[in-house]
Each structure stands twice: as C-alpha cells, then as structure tokens.
C-alpha cells in the first residue's frame, strides 16, 4: 500500500525548461547546432510545461514577449562602436564646404542664392507697398475730414465749442494724432512755401523775413507728407 504523501499522482506538475544558450556554462564551449527533429520534441517539451504552469503563467509570458521589442523591428541601426558618435554629431553641426566650381552642386547652390537674394528683394518692395497702401488710406479719410475740421475751428473760434462739445473735439483732434496726423500753422511762424499757401501779403518793417501773421485754414501732414498746406497771410520785410 503506497503512503498518501509518497502517491506519485497527488505531486503537483513542475516547471521545466531548455537549456537554448550556445555556449556551455560548465566547459566554455561552443554546443553544436539541434536538428530539427531534437528541436521539435524541445518545443514540444516547452509547450507542455507552458501548459502545466497554469493560465496566469501563460499570460504573464505573453505580456512579457509582447513588451520586448527588438531594435531592428523599429528601424533602429545600433553601431558596434558608438565611440564616433560624438564626432559626427560635431560634424552635424559644422558649415558644409563649398562645392567646387563648375559642378552640378555649385550650380545648385548659384541658383538658391539668386532665389534668395529675389526673395528679399520681393520682401523689401513689398513691405514699401503695404506701408505705402496704408499712408495713403490714412490720407484719404484726413481729405474727407478737412472741411469737418475747419468747421470745429471756426467754431472753436466763435466760441460755440464748449461743454460736452468740447471733448468731443478734443477727443477727434488726439486721434488724428495717434495715427501721426499733425495739424499745423501758427501766427509769427517763417512762411515757407513747401508748407504755406500765402492768400495774402502785406510789407511789414517788423519783420525781417517772411512771416505768418494770419492763419486762415490751419494745415495737416502725415510725417514729411503734407495733406494740405496751411492757408494763411504772409507779412513780407520792406525794402
């Protein structure tokens, strides 16, 4: 009668393995390569103990043979010697030579200086076009806002611009000015024809060169552009 314990069939199965590694751990030496059928009753040793050691055993080495992932499947080609890696990225980073003349290279190269140098040069007329665009949009709503203005000034003048109306053109008078609008013409200023339009003129000894002595319609410029001269009377010295 064979004791509970020493019962072979109540042993629970065991987890065997291959010995797959090509050099022997004991001698050193290279082992020959299995045939194919001595490989097969390997695998099928394997899959055995595979069975045997359960599902979750099973899943714990799929996951694990899932997450290994080889370099080369990921395209990655690993040098044996990564002591040059250093130097060709330095090298990465250094201004590509010259090529020499008359090659197809060189007239390549010719080629994308000259795109370049039209590129900025179509950058630069453009610029001026857009700043020239705005200038004169800025320009025209000033013209449409002259005969407005002038009449705030007489007003102002007159004075019937006061309270509430007062801000108002105030207000219109500081927006002119911070898009560089600039209104101008003052009594005692120097005439100066670029910038005057003289309605009249009188000889005067108290003065030694031409001078406004009258505003009638104050000028406005935009910069050095001059949207309407300023229209005023001129004293001019006596002989």
Known sequence: MTAEGNDPSSEEPGFTFS??????PDTGEIRPEPDDQSASAEAGEAAAAND???ADGADDVQDAEENLADASDLGVDIPTDAST?????????EEAP?????TEAAAHLADLKRINAE?????????RERERAATGGTIKAVEALIPVL?????AQENG????????????LI????????????QVGDEFDPRLHEALMQQPSDEVETPTVFLVMQPGYRLGDRVIRAARVGVQQPED
């Open 174 to 185: 500081d927006s002119l000015n911070k898009v560089g609008v600039e209104q101008y013409g």
């Open 150 to 154: 002038d009449e705030v000034r007489l």
């Open 85 to 93: 890696l250093n130097d060709t990225e330095a090298a990465q980073g």
């Open 19 to 24: 010995d797959k590694r090509r050099i022997d």
């Open 52 to 54: 045997a050691a359960g």
């Open 160 to 171: 019937d611009v006061t309270g509430p109306f007062e801000t108002h053109v105030n207000k």
């Open 119 to 127: 590129y900025a040069a179509y950058r630069m007329r453009a610029d």
């Open 98 to 102: 010259e090529p020499a003349p008359g």
